[in-house]
């Protein structure tokens, strides 16, 4: 017991903590971004990748799998919030995190053994396709300056790796970028101009909503696609890291895990999330393996 908990924990804990702050970074202007698209406050999104990356390294069943707030999750609200409110959304992810906890209890992970690989390939590669046709718009209007930027990072993201692999490329090409943009003043866009962010952490409270009958129906529906997407993207995004680390995962606990994450999250002002499997291939890839990857992604993004 002990053994299998120290392995998932510090097995490489350098490696772990650097692939984390990569994550972390990355996730700040995803979770900006898909708070807009649901129609929330931008803290309602941050607030999510918080706590659902720090529970879900601690609950999850997939060591090194990353979790937040994701662009499926909040395309499935935009409705509810736009007709009820955020109180709302944050019922409708509590009562999805008891649909998910019910679903890992009965086995219903067990089905993922049946999806066909060709659709775990046009899975991958059809995101792959949205995330990077996602980005094009934030090139109109800007000057030569963010393509100069946007090549020399792609650029330190290629070469780095020749250079040494013991620092994330990503994190490298970040940091230089970053530093460059301040002590030049250069004339680019910040994360701070997607949204208003503030400096508070997220405090406890249940959504005021009724608790009656007419809630759970207006809640119910969104609930249960919220609670199935977020399973079906969460499973499938831990078979694909299995298959990347050549190990396997508790699908079961995975459940449970994406749904006492998004219970906590709820009642924390935060949206519902799942497993991203953009970020959890950057993970991976930069070296990622353990929860300590995971925690450190939810606890730097939170600092």
Known sequence: MFTQWKKEWFLQPKADLLSGIVVALA???EAIAFSLIAGVNPMVGL???????????IAGGRPGMISAATGAMALVVVQLVKDHGVDYLLA????????QITFGFLGIAKLLRF????VMVGFVNALAILIFSAQLPQFEGQNWIMYAMVAASLAIILLFPRVTKAIPAPLVAITIMTVLTVVFSLDT???????????ALPSFFLPDVPFSLETLQIIFPYALSLAFVGLIESLLTARIVDEMTDTMSNKAMESRGQGIANIIAGMFGGMP?????????????????????????GVFLML
């Not at 890839?285 to 995971?294: A, D, K, P």
Request: some cysteine.
């Open 47 to 57: 607030y999510a990748s918080v706590i659902i990356a720090i529970v879900i390294s």
């Open 115 to 118: 999806i066909p690989r060709a």
């Open 273 to 297: 999330g799942c497993a991203m499997i953009g970020q959890s291939v950057i993970n991976v890839t930069s070296g990622g393996r353990g929860r300590l990857s995971t925690l450190t992604a």
């Open 189 to 199: 866009r910040v994360i701070g101009d997607m949204g208003q962010i503030e400096a």
């Open 27 to 29: 996730l700040v202007p």
């Open 92 to 99: 409708a992810g509590i009562l999805a995190g008891i649909l």
